[in-house]
T-cell receptor, first 116, second 111 residues
Framework: DAGVIQSPRHEVTEMGQEVTLRCKPISGHDYLFWYRQTMMRGLELLIYFNNNVPIDDSGMPEDRFSAKMPNASFSTLKIQPSEPRDSAVYFC??????????????FGEGSWLTVV | SQQGEEDPQALSIQEGENATMNCSYKTSINNLQWYRQNSGRGLVHLILIRSNEREKHSGRLRVTLDTSKKSSSLLITASRAADTASYFCATDGVTGNQFYFGTGTSLTVIP
Protein backbone atom coordinates (compact mmCIF):
# COMPACT_ATOMS: atom_id res chain seq x y z
CA ASP A 1 0.00 0.00 0.00
CA ALA A 2 1.20 3.51 -0.78
CA GLY A 3 0.33 4.84 2.64
CA VAL A 4 -1.61 7.99 3.38
CA ILE A 5 -1.20 10.42 0.53
CA GLN A 6 -1.52 14.16 1.03
CA SER A 7 -1.44 17.02 -1.43
CA PRO A 8 -0.10 19.55 -1.85
CA ARG A 9 3.11 18.96 0.09
CA HIS A 10 3.86 22.65 0.22
CA GLU A 11 1.63 25.64 -0.36
CA VAL A 12 2.28 29.34 -0.04
CA THR A 13 -0.79 31.52 -0.35
CA GLU A 14 -1.83 35.06 0.33
CA MET A 15 -4.03 36.03 3.21
CA GLY A 16 -7.69 35.85 2.27
CA GLN A 17 -7.28 33.10 -0.29
CA GLU A 18 -9.02 29.75 -0.07
CA VAL A 19 -6.83 26.76 0.71
CA THR A 20 -7.82 23.16 0.05
CA LEU A 21 -5.76 20.29 1.41
CA ARG A 22 -6.40 16.79 0.16
CA CYS A 23 -5.93 13.35 1.60
CA LYS A 24 -6.23 9.79 0.41
CA PRO A 25 -6.28 7.36 3.33
CA ILE A 26 -4.98 3.82 3.31
CA SER A 27 -7.42 1.49 1.62
CA GLY A 28 -9.55 -0.39 4.11
CA HIS A 29 -9.09 2.10 6.92
CA ASP A 30 -12.35 3.34 8.38
CA TYR A 31 -11.01 6.22 10.48
CA LEU A 32 -9.54 9.42 9.11
CA PHE A 33 -7.98 12.20 11.17
CA TRP A 34 -6.85 15.73 10.41
CA TYR A 35 -4.14 17.17 12.67
CA ARG A 36 -2.39 20.53 12.72
CA GLN A 37 1.17 20.89 13.99
CA THR A 38 2.79 24.13 15.09
CA MET A 39 5.74 24.89 17.31
CA MET A 40 3.53 26.70 19.80
CA ARG A 41 0.66 24.25 20.10
CA GLY A 42 2.16 20.95 19.06
CA LEU A 43 -0.09 18.40 17.35
CA GLU A 44 -3.77 19.29 17.56
CA LEU A 45 -6.58 16.97 16.52
CA LEU A 46 -8.89 19.04 14.33
CA ILE A 47 -11.51 16.52 13.26
CA TYR A 48 -11.96 12.82 12.68
CA PHE A 49 -14.27 10.72 10.56
CA ASN A 50 -15.53 7.19 10.92
CA ASN A 51 -16.89 5.52 7.79
CA ASN A 52 -16.91 8.93 6.07
CA VAL A 53 -19.04 10.53 8.81
CA PRO A 54 -17.57 13.37 10.92
CA ILE A 55 -17.59 12.21 14.51
CA ASP A 56 -15.82 14.95 16.44
CA ASP A 57 -14.98 18.37 15.01
CA SER A 58 -14.47 20.09 18.35
CA GLY A 59 -10.85 20.76 17.45
CA MET A 60 -11.67 22.81 14.38
CA PRO A 61 -10.49 26.28 15.38
CA GLU A 62 -13.01 28.47 13.57
CA ASP A 63 -15.80 28.48 11.05
CA ARG A 64 -13.20 29.30 8.44
CA PHE A 65 -12.17 25.65 8.64
CA SER A 66 -14.26 22.89 7.12
CA ALA A 67 -13.60 19.24 6.31
CA LYS A 68 -15.40 16.75 4.15
CA MET A 69 -15.10 13.09 3.32
CA PRO A 70 -17.29 12.37 0.29
CA ASN A 71 -16.11 8.77 0.04
CA ALA A 72 -13.84 6.26 1.74
CA SER A 73 -10.82 7.20 -0.33
CA PHE A 74 -10.83 10.99 -0.21
CA SER A 75 -11.03 13.83 2.26
CA THR A 76 -10.48 17.57 2.10
CA LEU A 77 -9.68 20.23 4.66
CA LYS A 78 -10.58 23.70 3.50
CA ILE A 79 -9.65 27.07 4.98
CA GLN A 80 -11.58 30.05 3.69
CA PRO A 81 -10.44 32.75 4.06
CA SER A 82 -6.91 31.91 5.12
CA GLU A 83 -4.97 33.97 7.65
CA PRO A 84 -1.25 34.09 8.52
CA ARG A 85 -1.91 32.33 11.84
CA ASP A 86 -3.13 29.31 9.89
CA SER A 87 0.45 28.67 8.80
CA ALA A 88 1.29 25.17 10.02
CA VAL A 89 1.82 21.62 8.92
CA TYR A 90 -1.44 19.81 8.39
CA PHE A 91 -1.36 16.04 8.72
CA CYS A 92 -3.91 13.55 7.55
CA UNK A 93 -3.87 10.14 9.21
CA UNK A 94 -5.94 6.98 8.97
CA UNK A 95 -6.48 3.85 11.01
CA UNK A 96 -8.49 0.68 11.11
CA UNK A 97 -10.44 -0.31 14.19
CA UNK A 98 -8.56 -3.08 15.97
CA UNK A 99 -10.54 -4.05 19.03
CA UNK A 100 -8.06 -6.54 20.40
CA UNK A 101 -4.75 -4.89 19.57
CA UNK A 102 -5.68 -1.21 19.58
CA UNK A 103 -5.66 1.22 16.71
CA UNK A 104 -2.42 2.32 15.08
CA UNK A 105 -2.54 5.59 13.21
CA UNK A 106 -0.72 5.98 9.93
CA PHE A 107 0.28 9.49 9.00
CA GLY A 108 0.81 11.16 5.68
CA GLU A 109 3.87 13.30 5.07
CA GLY A 110 1.96 16.49 5.76
CA SER A 111 0.97 19.62 3.89
CA TRP A 112 3.18 22.58 4.79
CA LEU A 113 1.03 25.69 4.59
CA THR A 114 2.38 29.22 4.68
CA VAL A 115 -0.06 32.12 4.55
CA VAL A 116 1.58 35.48 3.86
CA SER B 1 -7.04 20.08 26.43
CA GLN B 2 -6.57 16.34 26.46
CA GLN B 3 -3.03 16.54 25.19
CA GLY B 4 -0.28 14.91 27.15
CA GLU B 5 3.10 16.33 27.89
CA GLU B 6 6.50 14.83 27.25
CA ASP B 7 9.48 15.50 29.41
CA PRO B 8 12.13 16.62 28.74
CA GLN B 9 11.34 18.90 25.81
CA ALA B 10 14.81 18.32 24.43
CA LEU B 11 17.47 15.71 25.11
CA SER B 12 20.99 15.44 23.77
CA ILE B 13 23.09 12.33 24.34
CA GLN B 14 26.15 10.56 22.98
CA GLU B 15 25.79 7.59 20.68
CA GLY B 16 25.63 4.38 22.68
CA GLU B 17 23.97 5.96 25.70
CA ASN B 18 20.40 5.27 26.73
CA ALA B 19 17.66 7.86 26.22
CA THR B 20 14.64 8.10 28.48
CA MET B 21 11.57 10.19 27.73
CA ASN B 22 8.53 10.59 29.91
CA CYS B 23 4.91 11.28 29.10
CA SER B 24 2.13 12.44 31.39
CA TYR B 25 -1.51 12.49 30.39
CA LYS B 26 -4.76 13.69 31.88
CA THR B 27 -7.60 11.28 31.23
CA SER B 28 -8.27 7.56 31.51
CA ILE B 29 -7.01 5.60 28.54
CA ASN B 30 -7.43 2.30 26.74
CA ASN B 31 -4.02 2.40 25.09
CA LEU B 32 -0.97 4.60 24.97
CA GLN B 33 1.27 4.75 21.94
CA TRP B 34 4.65 6.23 21.11
CA TYR B 35 5.44 7.76 17.75
CA ARG B 36 8.57 9.10 16.15
CA GLN B 37 8.85 12.05 13.78
CA ASN B 38 11.92 12.74 11.70
CA SER B 39 12.43 16.33 10.68
CA GLY B 40 10.06 17.32 7.92
CA ARG B 41 8.24 14.01 7.90
CA GLY B 42 5.06 12.49 9.23
CA LEU B 43 4.80 10.52 12.45
CA VAL B 44 5.60 6.83 12.50
CA HIS B 45 4.20 4.39 15.03
CA LEU B 46 6.74 2.76 17.34
CA ILE B 47 4.93 0.82 20.03
CA LEU B 48 1.56 0.47 21.74
CA ILE B 49 0.94 -0.44 25.37
CA ARG B 50 -2.48 -1.31 26.66
CA SER B 51 -3.85 0.09 29.90
CA ASN B 52 -3.61 -3.32 31.61
CA GLU B 53 0.07 -3.70 30.72
CA ARG B 54 2.92 -2.27 32.76
CA GLU B 55 5.88 -2.84 30.47
CA LYS B 56 6.50 -3.70 26.87
CA HIS B 57 9.61 -4.27 24.77
CA SER B 58 10.30 -3.96 21.07
CA GLY B 59 13.90 -4.25 19.93
CA ARG B 60 15.84 -1.43 21.60
CA LEU B 61 12.63 0.16 22.88
CA ARG B 62 11.19 -0.33 26.32
CA VAL B 63 7.93 1.31 27.36
CA THR B 64 6.45 1.43 30.83
CA LEU B 65 3.00 2.56 31.86
CA ASP B 66 1.74 3.63 35.28
CA THR B 67 -1.97 4.31 35.02
CA SER B 68 -2.21 5.35 38.67
CA LYS B 69 0.19 8.21 37.94
CA LYS B 70 -1.07 8.72 34.40
CA SER B 71 2.45 8.48 33.08
CA SER B 72 4.56 6.49 30.65
CA SER B 73 8.21 6.32 29.77
CA LEU B 74 10.07 5.38 26.62
CA LEU B 75 13.60 4.05 26.91
CA ILE B 76 15.81 3.73 23.86
CA THR B 77 18.87 1.64 24.65
CA ALA B 78 22.24 1.86 22.92
CA SER B 79 21.18 4.94 20.98
CA ARG B 80 22.35 5.61 17.43
CA ALA B 81 22.68 8.80 15.44
CA ALA B 82 19.75 7.60 13.34
CA ASP B 83 17.53 7.77 16.45
CA THR B 84 17.70 11.58 16.24
CA ALA B 85 14.06 12.64 15.94
CA SER B 86 11.12 13.92 17.94
CA TYR B 87 9.19 11.41 20.00
CA PHE B 88 5.53 11.76 20.91
CA CYS B 89 3.17 9.85 23.13
CA ALA B 90 -0.45 9.51 22.09
CA THR B 91 -3.42 8.61 24.22
CA ASP B 92 -6.82 7.54 23.02
CA GLY B 93 -10.00 9.30 24.05
CA VAL B 94 -12.99 7.92 25.90
CA THR B 95 -14.20 6.04 22.84
CA GLY B 96 -10.73 4.74 22.03
CA ASN B 97 -11.04 6.10 18.53
CA GLN B 98 -9.47 9.53 18.65
CA PHE B 99 -5.87 10.17 19.60
CA TYR B 100 -4.28 13.06 21.43
CA PHE B 101 -0.59 13.72 21.14
CA GLY B 102 1.81 15.22 23.62
CA THR B 103 4.15 18.10 22.93
CA GLY B 104 7.06 15.84 22.02
CA THR B 105 10.65 15.29 23.09
CA SER B 106 13.34 16.31 20.64
CA LEU B 107 16.16 13.77 20.85
CA THR B 108 19.60 14.44 19.42
CA VAL B 109 22.10 11.59 19.38
CA ILE B 110 25.64 12.82 18.82
CA PRO B 111 27.88 10.43 16.85
Amino acid sequence: DAGVIQSPRHEVTEMGQEVTLRCKPISGHDYLFWYRQTMMRGLELLIYFNNNVPIDDSGMPEDRFSAKMPNASFSTLKIQPSEPRDSAVYFCASSRRQVLTGNTIYFGEGSWLTVV
Amino acid sequence: SQQGEEDPQALSIQEGENATMNCSYKTSINNLQWYRQNSGRGLVHLILIRSNEREKHSGRLRVTLDTSKKSSSLLITASRAADTASYFCATDGVTGNQFYFGTGTSLTVIP
